[in-house]
């Protein structure tokens, strides 16, 4: 097959360092499934076992997952359960932003290889604006601002507003996206975990896509689409913009 009609992937885990749990749903699935990459929560309870797992993983490629807050949807509206700065605020976002890769350098020891944010919120104007322009500075994509890196993120067992989507975090429903990839370089975005031990509006899910993500079954799919497994550390090899 010719290599512009070959088909890539990246499989990238938020939220690393949130909790052990997540960890080892982390590294279980890097270990025995088809995780490659992962992006770091540097204020998470387990960060620092994050950050060594990745200094130990030459194959393995760990971005900065931005933390500015988290919200969840009640009555009809979103609602925050924390804030760590106003995200119509440059000034306050940019200090944040700035503080959170201090603190990743410290802890993985280099720049991350990629950036995206919990619960997108660089889809904000202020947010966006600080975040591209590191993008920029570093090299490293930005999810969803890099013309060369399709994002998927339909492998998510909820809805928007929080409802339950079951069908999706089974070897069918991943399987169903795998073949539906386009040519180029695609970004699927996972949240595995075990143990349920984070407060957070996605929790039991977790464990449901590590079983998934390691189903040997997965790995066949990928053999038989001609896809192959890439990570944000692999880029150049590619020559992505």
């Not at 490629?61 to 949807?73: A, F, K, M, Q």
């Not at 605020?89 to 280099?110: C, H, I, N, W, Y």
């Not at 449901?208 to 192959?228: G, N, S, W």
Request: glycine content about 8%; overall charge positive; some cysteine.
């Amino acid at each position: 097959m010719k290599k512009a009609m070959m088909r890539y992937l990246i499989v990238n885990a938020d939220d690393f360092g949130l909790s052990h749990g997540v960890n080892r749903g982390v590294t279980q699935a890097h270990a025995a499934g088809i995780l490659t990459s992962a992006s770091l929560m540097v204020y998470g309870s387990a960060a620092s076992e994050a950050a060594a797992y990745s200094r130990r993983q030459r194959n393995f490629s760990t971005g900065l997952h931005v933390d500015l807050g988290e919200w969840i949807y009640q009555k009809g509206d979103w609602q925050p359960i924390y804030q760590k700065a106003a995200l119509d605020d440059p000034k306050a976002v940019g200090k944040e932003v700035s503080r959170q890769m201090t603190m990743f350098r410290r802890l993985v020891g280099k720049n991350p290889t990629h950036l995206d944010s919990h619960q997108h919120v660089h889809r904000h104007a202020a947010v966006l604006n600080v975040l591209v322009r590191l993008s920029r500075r570093l090299g490293v994509p930005l999810r969803h601002h890099n013309p060369s890196i399709h994002y998927c993120g339909a492998f998510y067992g909820q809805t928007g507003e929080g409802a339950p989507r079951r069908h999706v975090l089974s070897r069918l429903g991943l399987r169903k996206i795998l073949k539906g990839l386009p040519i180029g370089l695609s970004e699927l975005c996972c949240h595995p975990g075990l143990d349920n031990d984070v407060k957070s509006v996605y929790r039991t899910e977790r464990t449901k896509e590590v079983q998934v993500l390691c189903d040997p079954r997965i790995r066949e799919t990928l053999i038989a689409e001609a896809i192959e497994l890439r990570s944000f550390a692999d880029l150049d090899g590619l020559r992505i913009a």
